[in-house]
Nanobody, 115 residues
Framework: QVQLVESGGGLVQAGGSLRLSCAAS????????IYWYRQSPGKQRELVAI???????SYVDSVKGRFTISRDNTNNTVYLQMNSLKAGDTARYYC?????????WGQGTQVTVSS
């Protein structure tokens, strides 16, 4: 099993930046990819960014050029650097680990962008 803990959310003004962290523990070796999702009230959960075990990254069009996903293998943490934040980025952000034994979710961290 894999445990995920997100942190780094908060309240920020439009145009500002935040860095989210997703700390993984447990069967780290079984992780194939880490995903960042977000969900706003009344909306479906949206995939935001992906980083694979090989380091390949991908982003939803709405965040390209503003968000960067990265990882630090020394402390088993994946980051989501979010710049030029907009009110539309307000959501609860979750990380998800796709592993050989299934998918695991963290509890999420709230990001609120004031306009």
């Amino acid at each position: 099993q894999v445990q995920l803990v997100e942190s780094g959310g908060g309240l920020v003004q439009a145009g500002g930046s935040l860095r989210l962290s997703c700390a993984a523990s447990g069967s780290i070796f079984s992780i194939n990819a880490i995903y960042w999702y977000r969900q706003s009230p009344g909306k479906q959960r949206e995939l935001v960014a992906i980083i694979t075990s090989g380091g390949t990254t991908s982003y939803v069009d709405s965040v390209k050029g503003r968000f960067t996903i990265s990882r630090d293998n020394t402390n088993n943490t994946v980051y989501l650097q979010m710049n030029s934040l907009k009110a539309g980025d307000t959501a609860r952000y979750y990380c998800n680990a796709a592993t050989t034994s299934g998918n695991y979710w963290g509890q999420g961290t709230q990001v609120t962008v004031s306009s």
